[in-house]
């Protein structure tokens, strides 16, 4: 099992920036990518941008050059920076984290952090 946490998330003006924690815990040995979604309401989870354990990242084109995925192996801990922060990019944020393990697919999810941006 992999419990995620997490954290960061909160009110900021339009152009302003925020970081987002994912802090994992439990067993990590079989999870191949991490990630961030986001859900605004009324709309679908979409994936904001991931990283392979290999360190490959994807971004959702509404977001490149605007945010950063990174993680911290030895905190065990995954980070979103978000840069430039626009109206459209409030939405409750959600960690992700995926693999396989003999065969078992694993798909874990945090609780979900609220980003708020306004004009």
């Known amino acids: 099992q992999v419990q995620l946490v997490e954290s960061g998330g909160g009110l900021v003006q339009a152009g302003g920036s925020l970081t987002l924690s994912c802090a994992a815990f439990?067993?990590?040995?079989?999870?191949?990518?991490m990630g961030w979604y986001r859900q605004a309401p009324g709309k679908e989870r979409d994936l904001v941008a991931s990283i392979t354990s290999r360190g490959r990242r994807y971004y959702q084109d509404s977001v490149k050059d605007r945010f950063s995925i990174s993680g911290d192996n030895a905190k065990n801990t995954l980070y979103l920076q978000m840069n430039s922060l626009k109206p459209e990019d409030t939405a409750v944020y959600y960690c992700?984290?995926?693999?396989?393990?003999?065969?078992?697919?694993?798909?874990?999810w945090g609780q979900g952090a609220q980003v708020t941006v306004s004009l």
């Open positions: 439990g067993e990590l040995l079989c999870t191949s990518t």
């Open positions: 992700n984290a995926v693999g396989s393990c003999l065969n078992v697919e694993q798909n874990f």
